[in-house]
């Protein structure tokens, strides 16, 4: 099974909620599927997006889900769809780079081409609900994925720590969201 074909088995069998198909007909038209997950950090290759969307869900499921308490739904979508704000994100330019012999050539590089800058969390929280209800505590959790690295969180707003308090899920998806990105992934293929 393909990591495309693998990430459509989760959603369809996963999530149910009204607007979920038409969500996920959206997806297909943009490049989440096909873009990195990052310029040069994690993932940093074509499909990246998708192969860390995969991976926090299985760090999430392996590690972090309970059955006895936590909502399947609620923890795949944020799982999978945390980082749908990247989807019409990036774009491939040509930069000069020293090859391992010393001497210049162009290579194809990503950048960020942000037609939408509307934050981060927050971004992939609006694109997902303009097809699809989101529950409290998983909206909470996709606008917190980043943690520290969040904007708001560096300033020091108290809201990032209400919300861990308030939603395990918010935690458990900061958590899975991290070992996805520094343990399991590099930068690039």
Known sequence: MTP???FIDIFNSNIHRAGADKLLAWLESTDFFTAPASTRF?????????????????????KHYDPETDDLESC???????????AGFYK?????????HGEWERVPVYTVDDQFPYGHGEKSVFLIERFMRLRTEEAVAIRWHMGGFDD??????FAIAHAYEKYPLAVKLHLSDLEATYLHESRSE
């Open 92 to 100: 491939t330019e040509l930069r000069n780079r020293k090859n391992e």
């Open 152 to 157: 708001a969180a560096r300033a020091g707003s």
């Open 42 to 62: 994690h993932a940093a290759y074509a499909g990246g997006l998708l192969d860390h969307s995969l991976n926090v869900y299985h760090v999430l499921r392996a």
């Open 76 to 86: 795949t979508i944020a799982a999978i769809l945390h980082d749908v704000c990247k």
């Open 4 to 6: 495309k074909e693998q």
